[in-house]
């Protein structure tokens, strides 16, 4: 039997008797005999850590981890200095709970105050809190934010992440909310679409930049549109891109949010992750979860604590902005040490060549016959082709050489592939990736 | 201390990525941001040590006895975080083809498995990324099942007042009108006023057992058979699985969903606050409303399936707090079904343990065994003294321990709720025992000094107000 108990079976039993019972079943006596199970649990006994760790490993063997790999679609893979995850592995850091008692707490909270200072400088709005579970959460957040009893209808771009509108769909079923996707045209808003859907009854729209497909939309243009309308604006951005693009403070957005997990988290099959969230600061009091302020201690000195708690579940209980509780407290961090490493001559040469390195990917791409690019707007790190192959067979293909392509799309945009390159493609492997696609498509005549 | 804007200087840090290889493309200048970023490298040397002082300024449970209740703050083992950070875990797209993550889904399935053997459930979500998460998805399955059968005047859902703030506000979330219902002695559920308040409008009844008191309800059975009777679905807050792993099961209990949370029954670091996870499982019944993705197996082979006809939807982006759930089933994997029977047993030793030891200074407003965490009042020093539980708190900050969870639940005035996990060993018990006699000593005869801690901390007590009432949240740069 593994165990961490400390307490050996002696001293167990030394305690026991201490308290004047027989054994560890009397100490349970309270349990109605109709619900203790009567059985041991049908689960293997224990073993020992390096069996364990065998174990494991052989699970993690079983996954193909692709050294070329050339898909984003919400998961971006970036380089992560090593400074990162020494800092982000200390065990102060990591086996802490959440910064209730800030005597003993002022690392933890002066590093969200930290995070929620950075965050505010990429977006450009005043207000930040300490993370929200993740992008697509943030999402839906910003979204019960905008709620108001005359605006309840919210607007999504047909040209954000599927995953995002989801998620805002599941989050906002059932509480009285209408929620519209505005369509698409040549992969952005269409803007037609948006003015007529607008009108006094709507709350907010919320748009990505850049969107799903890629492309930079006109910001500027759909912010002027939405807030005409007396609605909110809401921009989910990528914050390694934030380095070089117009900020949502620039394009008047009232509140941004975004998936943090391209600041220095690994790809982590999905999570964990961090949602962050921006906003204007006459909204500071409407952001949901933690969030971090400076005051003065009893001798005077500069202190963090938690503040503005009135907004949260454990003060309001029904009545509070959000029931968020823990957030990604410890993926924030590893937010903060990524950017005090790149400054802000690192982010712009991260974004910079994840564009210049996708501009090369996609005209090399698009020098194969059969692919095309779908829109002509103008994109960054990812970039949308139609492919009229058969796009399984290829990533199959190229899935044996160790390469990770595109996403295939389904449903209505079945037929495109979404690219993407970060500054890990180099030019080597986007030419290898070239000629390798060549090579499937030479040898599998019929895709 | 400084923050970390006030040691940068323009032009530092490292040289972290290579030259472009590639024709630089150069962004338009409408899509360019026109106020320079703010963010200034450090050298490798600065940020090494800010980030080292600033550990120094943190307690975690790696410093000592943490005894937080209802927050089982229980060692983190290490081994968990070296399996997390393998690249076959780590290094993974979240949309890889499904036939290249085998062991990840694997991982996700059996861990599914365990989860329900612990808990007497029949199937687990991985999506939620913490306990409220959780709780939120659980009531959305709730709503989803009265929906599909037509019975949409089921609206409200039922909370003791003696629950966790997360229940309540979720509740709200997912579109549901709050129940509050006092609770009986010992903070159990009133029988009474559930039978009063249940009814055609009933949607579900929230509750956690054993109770923040760490009382198991003895009326378990007739509890969840009053809202069962009404049409109404058992919600069990997991929060406290801690005590009962391999002694009693919520599945057996009549709940038909309820939400673990991994990060504290199964040993995975709270980070400061997060990342957590918080599974869901259901009964059968609830089974086809259980967000997407799900993983399942066909044959031998492990997929992702991203849709479900009469599925609530997507509640996060990709599936769950992945390294958070493999660092949990690292722990399962290690304890086994006997390990897990273990732990709770000596949960609840420990915590019976410390109890017997602090009972005789301090007032234990229960008589009987706890479960694995208790509760003590310090109203009478309070009274005598004019001590509060919030000065006792900061006292303690001084001896070096972290203080335990104040001020809850509500029922016990001046409450201290104490949870020392099975992960602290006789001695540590002894000497927290000594040190909480020490300090009502001290309260007693040098009330003043107690009431001036905390004294050794880096910062003395923060102004609170202050902070609320002109909210400073980022650092202003120098113009």
Redesign the interface.
């Given at each position: 039997?593994?165990?961490?108990?400390?307490?050996t079976e002696k001293?167990?039993k030394?305690?026991?008797e201490?308290?004047g019972?027989t054994g560890?079943e009397?100490?349970?006596?309270?349990?109605?005999g109709?619900?203790?199970?009567d059985r041991?649990?049908?689960?293997?006994?224990?073993?020992s850590?390096m069996q364990?760790?065998n174990?494991?490993?052989?699970?993690?063997?079983?996954?193909?981890?692709?050294s070329s790999?050339f898909?984003g679609?919400?998961?971006y893979?970036h380089?992560i200095?090593a400074?990162v995850k020494?800092?982000t592995?200390?065990?102060?850091?990591?086996?802490?709970?959440?910064?209730?008692?800030?005597?003993?707490?002022?690392?933890?909270l002066?590093?969200i105050?930290?995070f929620?200072?950075?965050i505010?400088?990429?977006t450009?709005l005043?207000?930040?809190n300490?993370?929200v579970?993740?992008?697509?959460?943030a999402a839906a957040e910003a979204v019960?934010m905008c709620r108001e009893k005359k605006r309840n209808k919210m607007l999504l771009s047909g040209a954000m992440?599927p995953?995002?509108i989801?998620?805002v769909?599941?989050?906002m079923?059932?509480?009285?909310t209408e929620i519209r996707v505005v369509p698409v045209a040549d992969g952005v808003t269409d803007k037609t679409e948006l003015k007529r859907l607008l009108d006094e009854k709507t709350a907010c729209f919320l748009v990505q930049q850049p969107n799903y497909y890629g492309l930079?939309e006109d910001y500027e243009d759909l912010g002027k549109l939405t807030k005409e309308a007396g609605a909110k604006y809401v921009m989910s951005c990528n914050p390694v891109l934030?380095?070089?693009?117009?900020?949502p403070?620039?394009y008047g957005a009232d509140i941004a949010v975004g998936?943090g997990q391209p600041l220095g988290l690994?790809?982590?099959?999905?999570?964990?992750?961090l949602g962050f969230m921006t906003a204007d600061a006459s909204l500071?009091r409407k952001l949901p979860g933690?969030?971090?302020?400076?005051?003065?201690?009893?001798?005077g000195?500069k202190?963090?604590?938690l503040?503005?708690?009135?907004r949260?579940?454990?003060?309001?209980?029904?009545?509070?902005s959000?029931?968020?509780?823990?957030?990604?407290?410890?993926?924030a961090?590893t937010a903060?040490?990524y950017?005090?490493?790149?400054?802000?001559?690192?982010?712009?040469?991260?974004a910079?060549?994840s564009?210049?390195?996708?501009?090369?990917l996609a005209e090399r791409l698009c020098g194969i016959e059969g692919f095309s690019m779908a829109y002509e707007g103008?994109y960054?790190n990812e970039f949308t082709v139609v492919y009229n192959g058969n796009s399984g067979k290829l990533?199959q293909g190229l899935?044996s050489y160790g390469i990770?392509g595109g996403?295939p799309l389904k449903g209505k945009d079945y037929g495109k592939i979404i690219w993407c390159a970060t500054?890990m493609n180099?030019?080597?492997e986007?030419d290898e990736l070239i000629d390798r696609i060549k090579e499937v498509l030479s040898r599998e005549v019929d895709i | 201390m400084k923050l970390i804007f006030e040691k940068s200087k323009d032009g530092r840090g490292s040289v972290l990525l290579p030259p472009c290889d590639v024709p630089e493309t150069e962004l338009k200048s409408c899509y360019k941001r026109e106020k320079e970023l703010r963010l200034e490298a450090l050298p490798e040397t600065d940020i090494s040590r800010h980030y080292t002082e600033l550990a120094d300024r943190v307690y975690g449970v790696n410093n000592g006895f943490y005894p937080l209740g209802s927050c089982t703050m229980k060692y983190n083992p290490k081994i968990n975080d070296e399996i997390a950070g393998l690249p076959g875990f780590a290094d993974i797209h979240p949309l890889q083809p499904d036939q290249t993550v085998q062991g990840a889904l694997e991982g996700l399935y059996k861990a599914e498995e365990y989860l329900d053997e612990i808990t007497g459930m029949d199937h687990f979500t991985f999506q939620p990324a913490a306990g409220a998460h959780g709780e939120f998805t659980g009531l959305k399955l709730i709503k989803a099942y009265h929906e599909k059968r037509g019975d949409s005047k089921r609206n409200k859902i039922i909370v003791p007042d003696s629950a966790h703030g997360t229940n309540p506000a979720s509740a709200a979330m997912a579109g549901f009108e709050v129940i509050n219902i006092p609770s009986a002695e010992k903070g159990l559920v009133d029988i009474e006023a559930l039978k009063g308040a249940v009814g055609e409008d009933t949607a579900g009844f929230m509750l956690t057992n054993p109770n923040t008191l760490g009382l198991f309800d003895e009326n378990i059975l007739a509890i969840t058979k009053i809202v069962h009777e009404a049409g109404g679905l058992n919600y069990y807050d997991g929060a406290n699985l801690n005590a009962i792993m391999g002694i009693a099961r919520p599945g057996d209990m009549g709940f038909d969903v309820m939400h673990l949370n991994l990060h504290k029954t199964f040993s995975t670091p709270h980070g400061g606050g997060g990342p957590g996870s918080g599974p869901v499982g259901c009964k059968e019944v609830l089974a086809p409303f259980l967000p997407i993705p799900r993983v399942v197996k066909e044959g031998n082979c492990y997929a992702l399936l991203e849709e479900g006809a009469d599925s609530i939807g997507r509640v996060r982006g990709f599936y769950g707090n992945f390294l958070v759930i493999v660092r949990a089933l690292t722990y399962i994997l290690t304890l086994g079904g006997d390990g897990l029977k273990s732990t709770s047993e000596n949960a609840v030793l420990n915590a019976n343990y410390l109890m017997e030891g602090l009972k005789d200074t301090y007032t234990v407003p229960f008589a009987g065994h706890c479960m694995h965490e208790f509760v003590i009042s310090l109203e009478e020093l309070k009274k005598e003294t004019g001590v509060s539980a919030l000065d006792m708190a900061k006292a303690l900050l001084d001896y070096g321990v972290h203080p335990p969870t104040m001020y809850f639940p509500l029922i016990v005035h001046e409450a201290f709720m104490l949870e020392p996990t099975e992960t602290e060993s006789r001695e540590n018990l002894d000497r927290v025992i000594a040190i909480y006699k020490e300090l009502y000593e001290a309260a007693k005869n040098n009330p003043e000094e107690v009431k001036n801690s905390p004294k050794k901390t880096v910062i003395g007590r923060p102004d609170e107000v202050m902070a609320a009432r002109n909210p400073v949240i980022r650092y202003e740069f120098p113009v």
């Open positions: 039997m593994g165990t961490y108990v400390p307490n001293e167990q030394e305690m026991l201490l308290l019972v560890m009397e100490l349970f006596g309270a349990i109605p109709e619900v203790l199970l041991p649990l049908k689960l293997k006994d224990g073993i850590e364990v760790k174990m494991m490993a052989g699970m993690a063997g079983k996954n193909k981890v692709f790999l898909r679609c919400g998961a893979r380089y200095p400074i020494q800092v592995a200390k065990e102060e850091f990591m086996t802490a709970y959440t910064p209730y008692q800030a005597e003993i707490s002022q690392g933890t002066q590093a105050f930290e929620q200072t950075m505010s400088e990429l450009g005043r207000a930040a300490a993370s579970y993740d992008g697509c959460t019960i992440n995953q995002i989801e998620t769909k599941t989050y079923a059932g509480t009285g930079l934030l380095g070089i693009l117009k900020t403070g620039e998936e690994p790809l982590a099959y999905g999570g964990p992750y500071m933690r969030i971090v302020g400076e005051t003065l201690d009893g001798r000195e202190a963090y604590v503040t503005l708690q009135a949260e579940q454990h003060i309001r209980r029904e009545k509070a959000s029931s968020i509780c823990s957030n990604e407290a410890l993926c961090l903060s040490v950017l005090s490493a790149m400054g802000k001559e690192g982010l712009r040469q991260a910079t060549l564009m210049s390195k996708a501009h090369y103008d960054v990533m899935e990770l996403l500054e180099s030019r080597e986007i | -």
